[in-house]
């Protein structure tokens, strides 16, 4: 890694993979204004997939000692980082304890804090996705390919006793990763949920194929794996069968999203709802820079509206 340079106006990083290639890089500016932010600054932090350790620690002492600099939302990293660095944080919010990952790192009166924000923003994002009580009416259940942050996040708010019969009648979920699946499973446990979970050891995308093929009818599938964007392909084969009247949910919103069009080819031939993680990327990032930057960001209403149509890339 080379050397960071010290920040000369308020700045927030953005921790990935290829930040270069996301719309924030264009879209925070103009929020800054709106915000009264007009002075912040964003820079990307690339770091390749399960970087080295002390490649994450770099970053995150980076951001601590800098005067200047004021946080990060953090994707795709946000189990590796927050094993890697949790020691360097004088705060842990207990939803980044619960969850062992986080997405956002704030500094307040001196001290550096990890928070977990995907549970909460992942949550308004699938629930603008999924209608209000569509588990309870349905029976339907939960897919979700890839057991990162993303998906210990989301399950978890499907999973809260609050939500009733509103919750999923089986959540399934698969990785190219035994360990990766071990730590789900483990991380269940502390969930202390009653909704029945399984994990898949998925090696091939025939695996993905076959629990779609059992899926009940209604049944929500989730790309939390990252190809399409972070990698090349899909988790699922050309020949996998959606669920009727379910939704199918691409988390990411750029790149090659192979699954995204596989779904909207399905959706061509069948009644479901596709949905891309464009709610996911707007929530997930005002989330976090109301955290960094200790201001209120409604997540609706006239000023949220007024962020998102500032942020929809042409063409959408």
Same mark, same amino acid.
């Given at each position: 890694?080379?050397?960071?340079?010290?920040?000369?106006?308020?700045?927030?990083?953005?921790?990935?993979?290829?930040?270069?290639?996301?719309?924030? =890089?264009?879209?925070?500016?103009?929020?800054?204004?709106?915000?009264?932010?007009?002075?912040?600054?964003?820079?990307?932090?690339?770091?390749?997939?399960?970087?080295?350790?002390?490649?994450?620690?770099? %970053?995150?002492?980076?951001?601590?000692?800098?005067?200047?600099?004021?946080?990060?939302?953090?994707?795709?990293?946000?189990?590796? #980082?927050?094993?890697?660095?949790?020691?360097?944080?004088?705060?842990?919010?207990? #939803?980044?304890?619960?969850?062992?990952?986080?997405?956002?790192?704030?500094?307040?009166?001196?001290? #550096?804090?990890?928070?977990?924000?995907?549970?909460?923003?992942?949550?308004?994002?699938?629930?603008?996705?999924?209608?209000?009580?569509?588990?309870?009416?349905?029976?339907?259940?939960?897919?979700?390919?890839?057991?990162?942050?993303?998906?210990?996040?989301?399950?978890?708010?499907?999973?809260?006793?609050?939500?009733?019969?509103?919750?999923?009648?089986?959540?399934?979920?698969?990785? %190219?990763?035994?360990?990766?699946?071990?730590?789900?499973?483990?991380?269940?446990?502390?969930?202390?949920?009653?909704?029945? %979970?399984?994990? %898949? =050891?998925?090696?091939?995308?025939?695996?993905?194929?076959?629990?779609?093929?059992? =899926?009940?009818?209604?049944?929500?599938?989730?790309?939390?794996?990252?190809?399409?964007?972070?990698?090349?392909?899909?988790?699922?084969?050309?020949?996998?069968?959606?669920?009727?009247?379910?939704?199918?949910?691409? #988390?990411?919103?750029?790149?090659?999203?192979?699954?995204?069009?596989?779904?909207?080819?399905?959706?061509?031939?069948?009644?479901?709802?596709?949905?891309?993680?464009?709610?996911?990327?707007?929530?997930?990032?005002?989330?976090?820079?109301?955290?960094?930057?200790?201001?209120?960001?409604?997540?609706?209403?006239?000023?949220?509206?007024? =962020?998102?149509?500032?942020?929809?890339?042409?063409?959408?």
């Amino acid at each position: 890694m080379t050397a960071f340079t010290p920040a000369t106006a308020p700045t927030i990083y953005f921790i990935g993979v290829t930040t270069g290639q996301s719309s924030i =890089l264009k879209v925070f500016p103009k929020w800054a204004e709106a915000l009264g932010l007009a002075d912040a600054r964003i820079v990307g932090i690339d770091l390749p997939l399960h970087a080295p350790r002390d490649d994450y620690r770099r %970053v995150v002492s980076f951001i601590k000692d800098d005067p200047h600099s004021r946080g990060a939302l953090v994707t795709t990293h946000k189990i590796d #980082l927050f094993d890697a660095c949790r020691d360097l944080f004088d705060e842990i919010d207990p #939803l980044a304890r619960l969850t062992e990952e986080m997405s956002c790192v704030s500094k307040r009166d001196g001290r #550096l804090i990890a928070s977990a924000k995907d549970p909460i923003t992942g949550g308004l994002a699938l629930d603008a996705i999924v209608p209000a009580g569509h588990f309870g009416r349905t029976g339907a259940e939960a897919f979700f390919m890839g057991a990162g942050g993303s998906t210990a996040a989301i399950t978890w708010h499907l999973m809260q006793a609050k939500r009733g019969d509103d919750r999923p009648s089986r959540i399934t979920i698969s990785d %190219v990763s035994q360990p990766r699946l071990d730590a789900y499973e483990a991380l269940c446990e502390r969930f202390d949920t009653d909704i029945p %979970v399984e994990t %898949v =050891l998925a090696s091939a995308a025939q695996d993905n194929d076959r629990v779609m093929g059992d =899926l009940r009818p209604g049944s929500l599938v989730v790309n939390a794996t990252g190809l399409g964007k972070d990698g090349p392909g899909s988790p699922i084969s050309d020949a996998a069968v959606f669920p009727r009247d379910g939704y199918a949910w691409e #988390l990411n919103y750029r790149g090659d999203l192979v699954f995204l069009r596989q779904a909207r080819a399905a959706a061509s031939q069948q009644p479901m709802t596709v949905s891309d993680g464009w709610v996911y990327f707007l929530h997930g990032w005002t989330r976090v820079i109301a955290e960094v930057f200790a201001i209120d960001i409604p997540t609706s209403g006239p000023l949220f509206e007024q =962020l998102s149509d500032i942020a929809v890339p042409p063409g959408r």
